[in-house]
């Protein structure tokens, strides 16, 4: 059974910074795009960035500057770094990645349950 466990959510204060983790675990043969959206309540959620296989990195317009999204393989980890928090970043954060399990044909995208991350003024 694959499972992505997201984990570094919490409370902070504006200005501050937060480091979120996704780990994959299961039988996993390999692990393409790992991604990290936000959601905020009563809203669709949110693209943050995404990140290859080969470590290339994508963002989303409005998330470039204070987001960087990095990957270790070896791990299954993907992270997730914000910095100069603001109160309009508190959402839950969740992570997807398209995984290829042991045995299968094809990639499937998972997701995790999600961290919440509330920044207080």
């Known amino acids: 059974q694959v499972q992505l466990v997201e984990s570094g959510g919490g409370l902070v204060q504006a200005g501050g910074s937060l480091g979120l983790s996704c780990v994959a675990s299961?039988?996993?043969?390999?692990?393409?795009?790992m991604r990290w959206y936000r959601q905020d309540p009563g809203k669709p959620r949110v693209l943050i960035a995404s990140?290859?296989?080969?470590?290339?990195?994508n963002y989303a317009d409005s998330m470039k500057g204070r987001f960087t999204i990095s990957r270790d393989n070896v791990r299954n980890t993907a992270y997730l770094q914000v910095n100069s928090l603001k109160p309009e970043d508190t959402a839950v954060y969740y992570c997807?990645?398209?995984?290829?399990?042991?045995?299968?044909?094809?990639?499937?995208?998972?997701w995790g349950q999600g961290t919440q991350v509330t920044v207080s003024s």
């Open positions: 299961g039988y996993i043969t390999r692990i393409n795009e």
């Open positions: 997807n990645a398209e995984i290829l399990e042991f045995g299968a044909e094809r990639f499937i995208p998972y």
């Open positions: 990140i290859s296989a080969s470590g290339r990195a």
